[in-house]
């Protein structure tokens, strides 16, 4: 008899109201997904709102980060539909607060974590470490 287990894709399919959109989740593409995203979030507190070139500034880092995560022209299909900077930056932070659920999740899913969580509760309860046996 074989042994089945299904492996993952690390394709992310990403909808946004009527657009489709796909994130390529390779280990490598998602640590620099994740320095990029710290480094908007930086940015982002750093300016002042009330400057005009400030407003120009976010419009170019919003748009750098949508054409990053998702697709080269992204921004463009996405103001076209909705030409407002204040919205598109909360779909925004939408995205990556969803982007870093679905990073957790694929690094250690729900179900291993679970085993792993009863496996600690039955530990603590019996003083024991490492007990393991019959996951």
Known sequence: MAIKINLNTTV???EI???KFEINMTDEKEKA?????NDFLKQAQTLNEDQPEEEK???????EMFDTLLENGAFEKLYNHTPNI???LGVLMDLIASF????RNRVIPN????VLEKKVKKSEKTGEE???DGL
């Open 12 to 14: 992310i399919p990403v």
């Open 17 to 19: 109201g009527t657009f």
């Open 33 to 37: 997904f994740q320095e990029k995203i």
């Open 57 to 63: 500034a976010l419009r170019n880092m919003v748009e």
């Open 86 to 88: 204040g919205i598109l």
């Open 100 to 103: 870093g659920k679905e990073a």
């Open 111 to 114: 179900s291993a974590l679970k």
């Open 130 to 132: 490492n007990e393991w």
